[in-house]
């Protein structure tokens, strides 16, 4: 009977999930419109066919308030998911957009102007 072997000290044994946060300003203060979720809706659509086809993680959800939405995504290298989705949400009509990227549990993040 085989017995499981603890790792060896210091191995990499699961690879930390990194994150990317991307940022739309839709202008406005309140709720964006309905017509505004549709494009987003539309993006989202885009970018979860983008990382799939890359293999580079995975839409995680969204959030909407005060004239902007921020989009969710994980994987397991944060430059290659941006990679994957940037051109994307740089044609997306808005007056800002930023990317902030999280490399895992050591809270180091960068932020990118999109």
Same mark, same amino acid.
């Given at each position: 009977?085989?017995?499981?072997?603890? =790792?060896? &000290?210091?191995?990499?044994?699961?690879?930390?999930?990194?994150?990317?946060?991307?940022?739309?300003?839709?202008?406005?203060?309140?709720?964006?419109?309905? &017509?505004?979720?549709?494009?987003?809706?539309?993006?989202?659509?885009?970018?979860?066919?983008?990382?799939?086809?890359? &293999?580079?993680? &995975?839409?995680?959800?969204?959030?909407?308030? =005060?004239?902007?939405?921020?989009?969710?995504?994980?994987?397991?290298?944060?430059?290659?998911?941006?990679?994957?989705?940037?051109?994307?949400?740089?044609?997306?009509?808005? =007056?800002?957009?930023?990317?902030?990227?999280?490399?895992?549990?050591?809270?180091?993040?960068?932020?990118?102007?999109?």
């Amino acid at each position: 009977m085989l017995e499981d072997q603890p =790792a060896a &000290e210091g191995a990499v044994t699961e690879q930390a999930e990194q994150a990317v946060r991307i940022g739309i300003d839709l202008g406005g203060r309140g709720m964006p419109t309905r &017509e505004q979720v549709a494009a987003v809706r539309r993006l989202e659509r885009a970018i979860e066919a983008a990382v799939a086809l890359d &293999e580079t993680g &995975e839409l995680d959800g969204d959030e909407f308030g =005060a004239g902007q939405v921020t989009l969710h995504l994980h994987g397991p290298d944060a430059d290659r998911l941006l990679g994957s989705v940037e051109q994307l949400v740089r044609r997306f009509p808005a =007056a800002d957009r930023y990317a902030d990227l999280g490399y895992g549990d050591d809270e180091e993040e960068r932020r990118v102007q999109l």
